[in-house]
Every structure is written in C-alpha cells, then in structure tokens.
C-alpha cells in the first residue's frame, strides 16, 4: 500500500537534491550515470527555473530510486534462494506468479512453504498460457510464511497488487521490510544500499516513469522501514524510543564512554556490544548520522520540521544495530589479518627448513584458516610448496607465498593424492576382480566393473569388450605369476590390454556383422547379388567365390541357418561355401560323365555297336553310378536305348538328354533283371536235371520251386508231370535238335531274352556264337504248357467223376447261358443302332401320320365350317364351366380366401421385414420391398417446417423471456431499495424505460413475430453470413473447439458465454442431435478440465467447475426444470402446507424461540439469559425434547423425499446421468487408486446437491412451485426446507452431524443407511447407454439429414464468438492446417455490428449512439448451418462419408426399378426400356414435388448430398456406383466379395431408423408446442408484474412532480475527511485488521463524491497510503438488502454497512437514512 506522505517516494520540492547538484557541478554541468558498457544512463542537468522540466526530472529521479528499489531486491532474493533472477525491469513481471516469492518463503521458512506446496513451479504453466487464478495461491502461501516469521501486517501487499499489478512498488516495499526483519533476527543478508551506484539506460528508467505515471503509484518510504519495525516490534515502545533518542544525544554532545554506557542500555534491545571497540562505536555512528542528516537534507531540502519523521535524521535502533554489527565485523578482521600473516611467515620457514611435522603443525593453525588440510598428504605438501616456493624466487615476482597460493597448493596436492591412490586402488580393484573372477567361476562383469573406475581414466572402455578385457587381462595375469612375478598388472598394461582389446573387439564385430548380414540376407530370402556381396567381404574371410553360384550360396546359407535355428558363424559359413564349391565342382565332372553316357546312348541310337564305350562312361570315378557290371554292358544299352526313346516321344525333343537319376535307375533295373534271369534259367535247368532222372517226387519239388514260377502244380500229377516231360524232352531229340553245347534261351518277364549255359554255368545277354537258338533242354514255356495240360486233364477228368448230375445241370444252365447272351447280344445291337432304328421307325410312322393326314385333311375340307362351329361350341362350354366351378369355389369361400390372402401377406411381409431387421445382412430381395419407406412425403416435410418454425419461436422466447426475468430481478430489487432510501428514483426510472423498450423490441407473449430472416442483407453481407454458417457449423460438430475456449475465457463470463452462445448455436438442445452435439461439448469440456484443472477429488466438491456448473444450468432448463416439478414439487407442496411444524436444527435457535413462546405466553420477561452456548442450551430439558420433536418430523421428511429421489431414476435427465457418467470415468482415469466411495461422492455432489438441492432450498426461484405475489414463502416454510436439504446432502456426501451439529447427532445412523441407498442410487445414474445408442446418431447422420440445421442467433453473439475465436485462435487451434484456421481466414477481420448489418438508424436527440448499436446488436438472424469441406478430402474421411451415402441414395433409386438377388447381379444386368422408362418417371415426378416444396419453404434447405448424381439415366447412374464403389473399396468401406453388402445394410438401417425418427419428430412437435404454451405463461407472468412495477414507478413520479424541480440539486464534488478513531467512535469501522487501536488516530479516510451514487474511498496508514476504493451507493443499498451487515474495505479494514450508508446519507444528502 503506497504511502502518501509528502516526503514518500522521491523530491515534492521542484528544486534539485543536494546530491544532484554536487554531481552536476563536479560533472561539468552534466551528471551521469555509466555503466561498465560504456552506455549513458540518467542525466540532470544543473539547476533549472522551468517548472515542468524539474517535474520531469523529479519523476525521472523517482522512477531511478524505484530501480535501484528493485534492484536491491533484486539481489537480495538471489543471495537467499540462490537462483538466478531475471532482469531488474523484468522483475515486476516475474514475481507476479508468486513462485519466487514461494521460493524466499522456503528460504527462512521451510516447514510452513514447503517447495511442493508451491504451483506451477518450473513455470511452465505460466510461460505457457499465463497467469491462471491458482497462482494467487502462491501469493497467500507467501503471506502466511510472513505471518509465520512475525512481520507487522503493516507491510503486507495485498493479491491485486501482485497479481493485477496495481501496486508493485508495495510488494517491492514488503520484500524490503521483510529483508531488515529478517535481519535483526539473524535469518537473512542485509540487503544492499544501491542508490546512486546502480545504472539503468535512459529508455529502462522512461519506461519505469510511464509506468508509475499510469497506475498514478506514489513511492513507499522505503528509508521509513527501520523505523515503522521498531514501532510494530513487540517491545517497550516509549522506552525503546528513549534510549534510542539518548544514544543519539550522547552523539551529538558526548563521548565514547558515554556511548557506551547508553548503548548498554537495556531498554535499547542492543546486542553483541564489545567494550574494546568502544571508540570505534563512537566514530562509526557519529559519521552514520551525519551522513543520514545530509542524505535527508538533499532528498528535502524544503521541507518544515513539521513535515519531517524524527527517524529522518536520528539513528533508528535498526541502524545502531547494523552499524554495531559491521563495527564488530571490522574489528574481527581486522584481528584476523594480523594472526593470517603471522601463520603465512611461519609456514613459508617451515617449507625452506622445517620438518614435515612441523610443516603439519604450521598449515593447521585456525589463524591462517587453510582448508582441507590432510596429514597424510604432508609429503605431498612439502614437496610442491617448496617447487612453487623456489619456482617464485626464481621468477621475477620473489617473495614469500600468499595464503591463496597456499591454498591452491593444497587443493592440488590433495587431488594429486587422491588421483594418485585411487589409481593404485582401481588398479587393485582390478587384479581383485580378476583374482575373485578367475576363483568362482562368475563371469566378466565384474572385472568389468573395475575397469569402469574413473579414476583408471580409460575412456575408451567398451562394455560390449567386457569378455575380451576379461579373458587377455586374465590370461596376463597368469603369465605374469607364471614367470615369477608379483603376478599384479600394472595401470599401463592395462591400458595396453583394453586397447589391444578394442582393437580385436572391433574386427570380430565387423565380423559379426559381415556374417550376420549373410544370415539375415539368407534368412529374409534376399537378392542372391546380396548374399554374393556380403560374402566377398574381407571380414568373412571365406574362400574362393564363385560368382555364378550365388543363387546356390544363398539357397545353402538359408537351410544352414534354418536347421540350426540361429545366425551361422564365420566358421559355418566357411564350411557352407567349401561345400557348396566341391558340390558344384563334383556336379560338374558328373554332368561331363552323363554327358558321356549319353553320348554313347545316340551312337549305339545310330545303330554303332560302341558298348565298351557306354561301359566306359558308367565306370567314370566322376559319374558316381553305383553296382555297374560289365556282364551286363549290352542290357545296359538296351535299356538306356529305351529309356531315352521314351523320354524323346513324351518331351518331343529327339535331343533329349537322359539325367543322373534316369540312368542310375536303368543301372538298377538292369542289374535286377539279370539276377531274376540267371534264377530263372538255373531253376529250368533243375527241372530238366530231374526230369533225366526220372524221379518223379524230385521232379515234383523242382517245379514247386519258386523262382521257376510254374504254375498250375497239383501232387496228385506228378507221376504225370515226370512222364509227360519226358516225352517233350524226347521229342525234341526226335525232330532233329541239335547240340547246342550247352547254352539254353530264356525270356524274362519283360521280354528279353537271356542266354545261360547249363553246362558251365555262364550267363549273357548277348547271343552266343554259334548257337542256333535251339536247344535239346526244355524251356520254362514248354515246361509250363505240360504243367499246365497235365493237371487240366487230371482236374476235369476228378471233376466230371465226382459231380456229373450237376455238370448235366450245368450243361442245361450253359445253353440257357448262351441264349440270353444272344439275346443280349441282339438287344446290345439294337441299343448300339438306336438313332438307325428310331430314324427307320419315325419314317415309317411319319409314311403313316402323313397319309392319315392326307386323308384326314381332305375330309376336313370337305366339312370345313362344320368342324369350326362344333371346336368353337366345345372350348367354349369347357371353358364357361371351368369359370363357373371356380367362381362358385370362390363365392362359397370368401372370407376363407381373404383370410388366407392376408395370411399368407402378412407372413410375407413379416418374413421379409424380420429379415430386414434382424438379419446382420438383409438380402437384397427383402430390402428392396421396403425401399418406400425411405420416401419423403408432404407431411414428413409439412412437419419439418412445423418443427423448424416452433424451435425458432421457442429460442426467441427463450431469449425473450431470460431478458424479462433479469430485467424484473433487477427492477424488483432496485423498487426495493428505492422504499429504503428515494435518491435512487432516476435510476428506477431510467431502468423501466429501458425494460419497455426491451419488452417493444423482443417476441410478444402472442408468438406472432415474424421468425427472423437474412434475406435483406447486402451481398457482402450474405457472403459474411455464408461463412458464419460453415464457422458455427465447424463450432456445433467439432466439441473441442468451444471445449477449449471455455478455459481460455475468465471464470467470470463462462455462465454468460454459456446462455448467450453456446445454447443459441445447440438450439437450446430442442432434438436428438442439437442435445448429441451438446453432451459430446460437455463431455470434452469436461475431460479437459480434469485432466488439468483438478488436482484432487475435493476440487471438485469445494470448488466451482466450470463445466459442472455449465452442465447444471443446461439441465435446470425447461426439460429438467418439469423433471424436478415432477420429483419434488408434491413433496415440497407437502411441507409448505404443514404450518404447525418449525425444524429448527440448532439448539440455540430452539432455545431462544423457548423463551419467545413464554415470554408471549406469561407477558413477562424470561428470567432465562439470552445468549447461550449450544451446550449451555441443550442443557434444558425443554430445548432437548424440543429438538427430539424437530428430529422425528425431520426423519419423517427427509424419508419421503429420499424414497422419492431413488424412485426417480428414470425422470433424471438423460443429460444429467451422461454427464455423471462421464464425470465417474474421468475421475477413475485421473485417480485411478481413489476408493470408489469417494468417486461416487463427487458423481453425487453433482447429482444431488448440485441439480436437486437447490430446487429444494429455493422452490420459488425454480419455479417448482407455483407463487403468487400475495403467498411468497415465510422465513419458517425456507427454513424447514432448509432443514431437509440439509439432512439429504449430509447423506449424499455421508458426512456426519457434529460439532456445531451435535444437536443432530442423533440422526447419523439414518445419516449412514441413507447414504447406503444414495450410494447405489448414484452408482445407477452414472451408468447410461452410450449417447450414440442414446439418440441414434453415427457418422452418416448429418449426411442424410432431410435438412440442414438452422439457429437463430443475435448479431452481437456472432460479432463476440467470432473476436472470442480470433483473440484465442492459437490456444483453439494451435495447428495450422486446422479447419477452424482456413474459415477464420477466410472470414477475415472480425466486423463490426454496424458493418454486418450494413448500418443503423440514426440517433434521436439527447439518444445515445452507443445504445442503438446495442440495440441493433440483438436483432436476431437464422444461420442455416453448412459444411465448410464437404466433400473436400480431409484426414477425417468426411468425403468419404459423403461419397458413401450419395452411393447409397443413387442404388437406392436402381433397386427401385430394377430387382436382383445381390447388388453385383443388379448393376452388372443391363436394364430393360421398361425400366428406364419407370426410373425416368420418378425422376421427373421426384423432382416436381422438390420444386413444389422449395416454393412452400425458404428457411429449410434440401442437404445438397440428397442431390447431385439422382438425375442421370439408370445406366450412367449404374456406372457412377461401380465407380464409386471401386473408390469406396479402396478405402475398405465396402468388398466386393461380398456383393457390397454394406451398402444394402446401411440402406437397410435408414429404413428401419425411418420410422424411429417420424416417430421422435412427432414427439418433439408436442414437446416444442408444450414448451412454447409454457413459455408464454411464464411471459404473460413476468409482463403482468412488471405492469405492477410501472404503475408504482407511476405513481413515484407523479408524486416527485408534485415536489418540483427544486427537489432536484445539481452534483456538487465534494470531499469528507475522517480519522479512523473517529469512525472507530461512530461505529463505522469495526476493526482494522494488522493496527491496534491505539494507532487508530495515525490513520485517516477521505471520502469522495465522484459522481451521482459514486464515492471514493483513500486511506492512509502511518503516513502509507493503501489503494483507493471506489464505492458505488447501490451496493451498499444492495448489500443492505440481502442483509450483509458488515463488509471489508482495503482488504484489512472491517466495516458497518448500516452506518456507513446513515454517514454518507448524513454528509452527503443532508439528511437522515
């Protein structure tokens, strides 16, 4: 609080300060200060007769000591905190957070200012969005920590100074205060004295100047300091005083001893006095008070005693302190020298000559005050003292060391040391490790730990190399004990070793690398060329790699690495290349061997015997074919012959090549065939061996052998067997077969022939020479032919004996047999020459139809009209009587065929429509049977014109109706006031004009305004208007956007931007989107707000949220205003009407309407006291049955209304419990560890005491029940309600009755049980349905919206939210890309309401302009809101959105006319002429009713998206989906797959939602009409008591005319002046908070009147002046009214409502209140 005194704050006297005129005379004529930039600062010229220019140099001079003020401060709050402060200009600014005041309070307070109490710390909250309303809570902390530490409350700024910064300089002077305060008690620096010696540029001290000159800021009197401390100190004032006042008369006319024998003095409260420096005392304050004495002089020079504070030249008790203080210190250093150099020359001797010891002893003498002296370092001291010492003497400075250089030596002796034994420690450490390592088996870690050691100072340790480092550090180790050593590593062989490391570390990694990205390349199936380069690397190391098997190389790499299930090593990889080298290496010779044996194959193909050859190339060592025999080289070539000619003729190419496989498969088959070929031949020549013998059992077990594979063998034969091939073999000798010598020929199974010789044994398969192929041995066939025969013979012969009645049967059967299959036979022909013989058949019937034709046509012709007669006369009566039988049928059962008609409809049509609506995917049959429905008919659009119209009437009546009620709120309080006190007559007047010129210009009771329309607009102004119209659209669709510019608004305005704004462009919330829209604002609101406004769960509960307190007035509007009449008006009806019963809660009031009752009963005055205690009261036995009786009927109240509540779940708004809902979720998210009660407490603040409770406590206001003028409620009917409102929110927030309570003490188990119902109660409110289940709302929804949404907003609001939205566009919309950006840029600068509305009438005489703009500015216009970027691409697939339903609508118009079984069968069938006639009809049709309806309506808009592409042929339309389809598929909004059946289910949903929204329309018709008929009521209400208020303002006029006009004076300035103890003794003030009364006359008020109900209020404490007030007469009349009989002024100063109105009526006007 700035102090007003002549002398505060710099020179009144408009001559030049002594201390100005010195410098200049000194400087030459001009003074200035300079800095050590070489920058000028503030000049004063010399002495100068112009009056305004010394005024300018005087507040030049002010603004200067301000600086050097904050500077001061400045220096000080760094010294205490440590921190870096920013500039001294920028000060003011910085503290205005009040983080580095928090931070000084931590400083000399830790335990009260606790650094995590402080907000916004790091200031990032600040430097982001600025000051936020919690930094204030910094400020107040600040203040309690002064409260703590005892400074006089003199001294405390108050929050508007700091955080308004309308009195920086205060807050400045506090810091200052509080600096010498601390101080004296010894917990702080003395701040420095920079005035005079501080600079500042010539710009810094104008702009502090400008500064001071706007807020009009006088300085404190910052040298006053020390004396207001010692008059608040806690002492003996008047003593102190006189001990102060001798010390400094013992100055001015005694001497030393004497001073000292009044500084003794105990009275003086001096302390640390020292009778040795008694002297120094005397000549230290003697020179302080003269130099005070002139510094005084040259601030004042002309100022009286009269004007002067006695403190300005005498030594404060504070500054006699100080300059004790500083005397000592003087005095302590001075001491402190002389032992400093005595130490120095001893410790300089003992480096030259002295021992170690005795150096020790020198350097830890407290007189030369060496730190971090350590003996064991001595040896080290000495050594490099005595260096410097000689490097000194040689140099040319000589001399003895100084204590700083000592100092210095030490400190680096000591690092020197410690470097030097930690290094031999690390080193240690190290061996240890590798020592403890190498004994437990651990791994390197440790020994990587070691070396990690900073003090090894390896800075090239890789602890990737741990393994390394660890394995050669050890294995040095061991070497090193192994050759007899210590067996220790030195720190050089370990930097060795880590280096060498390093180095190998380094190339096995480039090796790894290189080898895993072969691995990787092989693994990820890369380029061979990939694999190929990374195997040429150096690092791999592989061997030599060809280029062409790169495909190989890679192939092999990936199967190594897929059966090890991991990267291959360098090792590996090796392994796989040589391998895979010698394999194609081998494939090569081998593919050269196969090449061979091919090559033989085509000559013995060109018939050159070269079997040799073809033996040569199988035997190749390259050609690895396996069990190759040269005994069957030629059977080799037979089939290897074959197998080629058959891959030849299967391939085609006669140059076929036979592969590796092929032929080592031949090798083997022919290998096969030979052994079963020599098996075959031995056992024929066994046979024939046994046959010569003629055993016949021998013969028998020859044949039964298994490789001759005779077959047909019976025992019973084999005497025949021997016999029978006896024979054969004879008869071969007898036709002449010769010798053969042995050889026999053979045929296998395969057909080839074999040769064997019986008698040697040989075998071949070649024919041998000279063998004629014949041979006297029987062959295996010849042998099996006598088998054969042989037992045939024997077989037939037993079974002709054993069965011959059956074989005469058979015969029989057999012939039969034979017949039918000649039969069948005959039948197979026929059936074989079926066509032949039906041709054969049909000619010869056709012969014979032809001619009976012939015939029969001639016979016709000849009776031609006689067979037409006689046809005519048959069909006819055949055909009369089929009708007639049927018609008949049809007659006798009507009803019977209705029903089943209807029946079988309806099962249809219930088929079809339950496939419609439960099906997930409808066929398209079944939806296009509904597809009329989707049809908009007249009455659909007759009704959206009826909806249109009544939510513009019911907004303007809305509007219309908050404007009468603020009007009559406030015209009944100012008619109220105006019975207590007359002088405020004109304003009741001027504010009834101003009412009836709101009533002539707002919507009448009757509705019958015209709704508001833009059609008069300029064309600028329609192109203005079109852009509001894509910016309130973005606003309604876009919830963060009004989300955020609610917190960027002051708290203040939010309720106002909130009816004003918000509701207008949500239309109040009159249907299902307007109130999705809203929810989904509320809800981002919301989520914002605590997620950063909330700091815990009671912020919620003890503050005031701004979302919640804007979600509350939402749902208290007409919708939730009937749910509340509905859930307590009965109930409250209830209470108003019991007039016996008087819930009085507290024992004090139960006691005093006690006593009342028997005074008025006795008509005595009660012997009883009247003012008691609560415990005093309850104890009367009265009072306590009294308060039992209030308890019971408040039970009994409090029940009902809670059994009411639980039963009203379903009647809450939904908006409510979305918002409870939401609220819950937040609060889990933000405190996820919070318990659940405590959660369901908040929800239920919201829903109880903040929606419900109110309603309770002021029925009235609420219109929950209905009140007259002449039946207003009684203070007992409020208090009773107030009672039970009580007792429901304590157990809605389970909060018990006690302290002041306790009379209600009783009730807290009902207290608890009801909480228990409440608690489930909010737990169910807070769980709804999604709001999008909720209203039926989805993406599409706006899309295919009939019309588009209209509000009807006043042209002030526009102008605001549009200068709302450009001041915070940054905060709104930080990107800028945003969509809010481009309209806002496009809209341009914001206009004005005259610009917009293209200009306004003119002013009348004596009218104010100002007004007809405000009055213009609420003229109301209809924004038909539009989509700025529809169909605009955008990330937020919007033209998506748009393309889809278009899509939609255009298959809805094929489906129509053209069915299908999917919607991929109906475009791709071409359409019929039928069909594009019938599409080409609705078309035209459709577009006649459009213009039909366009005519009807010029408010509602088609939605462009329900036009466009309908028009084209069905064709072209066709077209268009396919292509819009394809777009839609690549965005996987729909699949072809699937026949794009999401296009059939989303027209399937429109279809069913159809109905639900004729259905919702029509309900909000009624809604809409019954809200209009209220509104009205309630308008016709508010009309008829304002008619009341002009016939009472009437009546005060007529009798105010009746006065005349001498009753009016004329405003008259005028100025009282009063000390606080005289208001003190009027009663006025009460209390001034932080000055005892005693003081009360050293403070003064002065009142002022300004302006006609105006006052300004100044006062000034000790000589300060505090802030001025301005007070205006109606709030005081209004506080008067609402019954605040006290009220605070200046922040401190307590004052009497009454008695200050009674004082300015008395002074003021003249007379008596």
């Not at 600079?199 to 300091?225: R, V």
């Not at 080290?380 to 700083?404: C, H, N, Q």
């Not at 042929?1513 to 292509?1523: A, N, Q």
């Amino acid at each position: 609080m700035s102090d007003l005194t002549n002398g505060g704050g710099g020179v009144e006297s408009p001559h030049l300060s002594v201390h100005a005129v010195v410098h200049a005379e000194h400087g030459g004529g001009k003074h200035e200060h300079q800095s050590d930039h070489g920058v000028k600062h503030i000049k004063i010229e010399k002495y100068d007769y112009d009056g305004n220019k010394i005024d300018e140099k005087r507040k030049e001079h002010i603004a200067y000591e301000y600086l050097c003020h904050l500077e001061e401060a400045k220096k000080w709050i760094e010294a205490c905190i440590t921190d870096e402060l920013p500039p001294t200009t920028e000060l003011e600014q910085a503290l205005r957070n009040g983080v580095i005041l928090c931070k000084l309070g931590h400083f000399y307070a830790p335990d009260i200012m606790p650094l995590k109490k402080i907000y916004d710390m790091d200031e990032s909250k600040y430097r982001a969005k600025g000051l936020h309303f919690k930094h204030t809570d910094n400020f107040n902390f600040w203040l309690e920590t002064l409260k703590f530490v005892g400074l006089p409350k003199i001294f405390y700024p108050i929050t508007t100074d700091l955080y308004d910064r309308k009195n920086m300089p205060r807050v400045i002077y506090c810091i200052h205060a509080l600096s010498l305060y601390l101080h004296k008690l010894g917990q702080a620096p003395l701040i420095e004295d920079l005035l005079g010696t501080a600079t500042f540029t010539e710009e810094e001290i104008s702009a502090m100047k400008t500064e001071l000159d706007k807020y009009g800021i006088q300085m404190p009197h910052f040298g006053k300091i020390g004396g207001i401390l010692a008059n608040e100190m806690p002492v003996d004032e008047v003593a102190l005083h006189a001990a102060v006042m001798a010390i400094n008369d013992v100055l001015d006319k005694g001497g030393p001893q004497e001073l000292m024998v009044a500084l003794k003095n105990a009275a003086a409260h001096l302390i640390k006095l020292d009778s040795v420096n008694t002297a120094r005392y005397y000549e230290a304050l003697r020179d302080a008070k003269a130099r005070k004495t002139v510094r005084k002089a040259d601030q004042n020079p002309g100022a009286g005693d009269e004007e002067r504070d006695v403190y300005d030249v005498m030594l404060t008790q504070a500054d006699i302190q100080d300059i004790i203080n500083e005397v000592n210190t003087t005095v302590k250093k001075e001491i402190a020298a002389a032992k400093l150099r005595e130490g120095l020359s001893s410790i300089n001797q003992e480096i030259q000559s002295g021992s170690v010891e005795s150096l020790l002893k020198a350097l830890c003498s407290e007189d030369v005050h060496l730190t971090g002296v350590i003996p064991e370092n001595i040896q080290w001291y000495k050594d490099i003292l005595l260096k410097s010492t000689k490097d000194k003497a040689e140099s040319m400075v000589g001399g003895s060391l100084t204590r700083e250089e000592i100092q210095d030596i030490l400190t680096i002796a000591n690092e020197v040391a410690e470097h030097t034994r930690a290094v031999v420690q690390a080193v240690l450490c190290v061996n240890k490790a590798l020592d403890q390592v190498a004994g437990t088996g651990s791994d390197a870690e440790a020994a990587l730990h070691a070396l990690l050691n900073e003090n090894l100072d390896l800075a090239d340790v890789v602890p990737a190399n741990k393994q390394y480092y660890y394995e050669e550090l050890l294995r040095a180790k061991k070497a090193k004990e192994t050759s007899q050593e210590a067996g220790v590593l030195t720190e050089e062989e370990i930097q060795q070793i880590v280096n060498r490391m390093n180095e190998k570390a380094e190339y096995d990694r480039n090796v790894a690398m290189a080898v895993e990205k072969i691995s990787t390349s092989a693994v990820q199936g890369s380029n061979p060329e990939e694999v190929l380069s990374a195997l040429h690397s150096s690092f791999v190391g592989v061997g030599p790699v060809d280029d062409s098997c790169a495909t190989l190389y890679a192939a092999a790499l990936q199967k190594a690495v897929e059966e090890k299930g991991r990267s291959l090593s360098q090792d590996e990889i090796k392994v796989v290349v040589e391998q895979v080298n010698e394999r194609v290496r081998l494939q090569n010779l081998l593919q050269a061997a196969i090449m061979d044996v091919n090559a033989a194959v085509r000559q013995e193909a060109a018939d050159v015997a070269d079997v040799a050859g073809v033996l040569r190339a199988l035997r190749s060592q390259y050609a690895r074919f396996e069990s190759v025999q040269d005994s069957n080289a030629p059977h080799y070539v037979t089939l290897l012959k074959a197998a080629r000619a058959a891959k030849a003729e299967k391939c085609g190419d006669l140059n076929v090549q036979l592969t590796e496989q092929e032929i080592q498969a031949v090798i083997n088959k022919a290998n096969v065939q030979t052994q079963e070929a020599i098996e075959l031949a031995r056992a024929v020549a066994s046979i024939n061996s046994k046959v010569d013998s003629g055993d016949a059992s021998v013969t028998l077990e020859a044949l039964k052998a298994s490789v001759a594979n005779i077959r047909s063998i019976s025992d019973e034969c084999a005497d025949a067997y021997c016999k029978k091939l006896a024979e054969a073999k004879a008869k071969k000798i007898q036709d002449g077969v010769l010798e053969s010598g042995g050889w026999t020929e053979h045929r296998t199974r395969d057909g080839y022939v074999f040769y064997y010789n019986v008698v040697t044994g040989e075998s071949q398969w070649e024919k041998p020479e000279g063998f004629s192929g014949q041979s006297r041995e029987l062959t295996k066939d010849e042998i099996q032919a006598v088998v054969t025969k042989t037992t045939a013979d024997y077989d037939r012969w037993t079974l002709l004996k054993a069965n011959e009645p059956t074989i005469v049967q058979m015969q029989s059967f057999w012939r039969g047999i034979m017949v039918r299959k000649e039969y069948r036979k005959k039948r197979q022909f026929l059936k074989e020459h079926e066509k032949e013989i039906v041709k054969i058949q049909a000619v010869w019937k056709g012969h014979k139809a032809h001619k009976s034709y012939k015939q029969r046509l001639e016979y016709l012709g000849q009776k031609k009209d006689q067979a037409v007669l006689i046809q005519s006369v048959f069909k006819m009566h055949r055909a009369r009587k089929a009708y007639k039988d049927r018609q008949q049928f049809f007659k006798s059962h009507v009803a019977d065929i209705v029903k089943i008609q209807s029946f079988w409809r309806a099962k249809k049509a219930k088929q079809d429509y339950k496939q419609l609506v439960e099906v997930i995917q409808p066929p398209t049959s079944a939806v296009r049977k509904f597809l009329s429905l989707l049809e908009q008919s007249d009455i659909d659009f007759s009704e959206e014109l009826e909806c249109q119209r009544l939510k513009a009437l019911v907004v303007q009546q809305i509007r219309a109706n908050q404007q009468l009620e603020q009007d009559l709120y406030t015209m009944d309080i100012k008619i109220g006031l105006l019975v207590k006190n007359t002088i405020s007559l004109e304003d009741v007047v001027s504010h009834s004009r101003q009412v009836n010129r709101n009533r002539a210009r707002g919507t009448g009771a009757d509705g019958q305004e015209l709704v508001p329309s833009t059609g008069g607009f300029s064309k600028q102004t329609q192109a203005k208007i079109e852009g509001y119209q894509h910016l309130f659209y973005l606003l309604q669709t876009k919830p963060h956007y009004f989300a955020r510019l609610i917190f960027e608004m002051p708290q203040s305005k939010t309720n106002r931007f909130m009816e004003n704004v918000i509701l207008t462009v949500f239309n109040y919330a009159h249907n299902n989107r307007e109130q999705y829209l809203l929810l989904k604002m509320f809800e981002t609101a919301l989520n914002e707000e605590v997620k950063n406004k909330v700091d815990k769960l009671a912020d919620i509960i003890t503050g005031n949220p701004t979302v919640i307190k804007m979600v509350v007035h939402f749902t208290r509007g007409v919708r939730g205003q009937n749910t509340l009449r509905d859930l307590l008006g009965p109930l409250i009806q209830e209470v108003l009407a019991t007039k016996d019963v008087v819930l009085l809660t507290s024992a004090v009031d139960v006691y005093k309407a006690w006593i009342n009752h028997m005074e008025t009963m006795t008509g005595e005055p009660s012997k009883l006291p009247y003012d008691v205690s609560n415990d005093q009261a309850l104890e009367y036995e009265e009072v306590r049955t009294r308060i039992a009786s209030t308890v019971t009927a408040l039970t009994d109240f409090s029940n009902r209304f809670l059994v009411s509540i639980m039963e009203s779940l379903n009647k809450i708004p939904y908006g409510m419990k979305f918002i409870a809902m939401k609220l819950r979720l937040a609060l889990h998210e933000k405190f996820p560890e919070a318990p659940e009660d405590d959660i369901i407490k908040v929800v239920g603040n919201l829903l109880y005491y903040r929606y419900m409770n109110p309603a309770i406590v002021a029925p009235d206001a609420f219109d929950i029940v209905d009140v007259g003028m002449d039946n207003q409620l009684t203070p007992d009917q409020r208090r009773n309600l107030g009672a039970i409102a009580k007792v429901l929110q304590a157990a809605a927030a389970c909060k018990m009755f006690e302290g002041e309570n306790a009379a209600l003490s009783c009730m807290n188990p009902y207290i608890q049980e009801a909480w228990g119902k409440f608690r489930d109660f909010f737990s169910k409110a807070s769980t709804v349905e999604t709001a999008e289940e909720r209203f039926g709302i989805d993406e599409y929804s706006d899309v295919i919206m009939l019309t588009k949404p209209v509000i009807y907003i006043s042209v002030k609001e526009v102008v605001s939210t549009h200068s709302l939205l450009l001041e915070h566009e940054d905060a709104i919309s930080p990107k800028t890309d945003d969509p809010l950006r481009i309209i806002l840029k496009e809209l341009g600068t914001c206009p004005t309401v005259e610009s917009l509305l293209g200009g306004v009438r003119d002013a009348a005489p004596g009218e104010d302009p100002q007004d007809i703009v405000n009055e213009a500015g609420k003229q109301e216009i209809p924004l038909t809101l539009t989509n700025r970027f529809e169909g605009v691409a955008g990330d937020d697939g919007s033209s998506m959105k748009t393309l889809f339903v278009r899509t939609k609508r255009m298959v809805v118009d094929v489906l129509r006319v053209q069915p299908g079984e999917n919607l991929t069968s109906v475009l791709y069938t071409p359409a019929t002429p039928e069909q594009e006639e019938e599409h080409q009809t609705f078309i035209r049709k459709r577009e006649q009713l459009e213009q039909d309806k366009v005519q009807r309506s010029t408010t509602i808009r088609r939605s462009e998206s329900m036009s466009g592409d309908r028009n084209l042929p069905l064709e072209g339309m066709k077209r268009k989906i396919m292509r819009n389809l394809r777009t839609l598929e690549q965005e996987n909004m729909v699949n072809s797959k699937d026949d794009y059946q999401e296009i059939v289910n989303a027209i399937a949903k429109d279809i069913r939602n159809q109905h639900r929204y004729r259905q919702q329309r029509k309900q909000e018709l009624t809604r809409l009409q019954e809200t209009l008929e209220k509104l009205k009521q309630k308008a016709k209400f508010c009309e008829e008591q304002m008619e009341c208020y002009n016939v009472y303002v009437k009546s005060c006029l007529d009798r105010l005319g009746k006065v005349g006009s001498k009753g009016r004076t004329e405003f008259k300035r005028q100025t009282v002046k009063y000390t606080a103890q005289k208001l003190y003794e009027k009663k006025v003030i009460r209390d001034i908070e932080g000055l005892p009364q005693h003081q009360f006359r050293s403070a003064t008020f002065e009142i002022t009147s300004t302006d006609i109900g105006k006052f300004e209020i100044s006062g000034k404490f000790l000589g300060i002046e505090v802030q001025r007030v301005e007070l205006v007469f109606q709030d005081l009349l209004q506080l008067q009214y609402e019954g605040l009989a006290i009220m605070k002024m200046f922040g401190r100063v307590t004052v009497n409502v009454n008695l200050l109105i009674h004082l300015i009526n008395q002074k003021f006007y003249g007379r008596e209140s």
